[in-house]
């Protein structure tokens, strides 16, 4: 006898997953949002990229990559861009 899956479930596996996608990509709007307004802080043009694969480049593909739903992994990245602008260090990111 052949089990038929249960709607139900997939149905909330689904709803689960679409809040962790939703939650990841809020976070990572939050990190984008502070490292454009800490680009523009005193300091901030350390986190200006002049060409792709420059180092303010890779830093701000590196603190997005980092995100995910966990919203701590967010609080780090905002604290590495927030870091890195006060010691001018892109290394901190």
Do not use: C, F
């Not at 307004?37 to 303010?56: C, E, F, K, N, T």
């Not at 980092?66 to 701590?72: A, C, E, K, W």
Request: charge should be negative; glycine fraction near 6%; hydrophobic fraction near 45%.
């Amino acid at each position: 006898m052949m089990m038929r899956p249960n709607k139900h479930a997939v149905v909330v596996a689904q709803w689960q997953y679409a809040l962790t996608r939703q939650a990841t990509i809020n976070d990572k709007i939050a990190v984008s949002l502070a490292y454009s307004i800490a680009s523009q802080q005193a300091g901030g043009s350390i986190l200006d990229a002049h060409s792709v694969g420059d180092a303010a480049y890779n830093a701000a593909i590196t603190v997005i990559q980092g995100v995910n739903s966990n919203p701590t992994t967010a609080n780090v990245a905002i604290t590495g861009i927030i870091n890195a602008v006060e010691q001018h260090d892109l290394t901190l990111i």
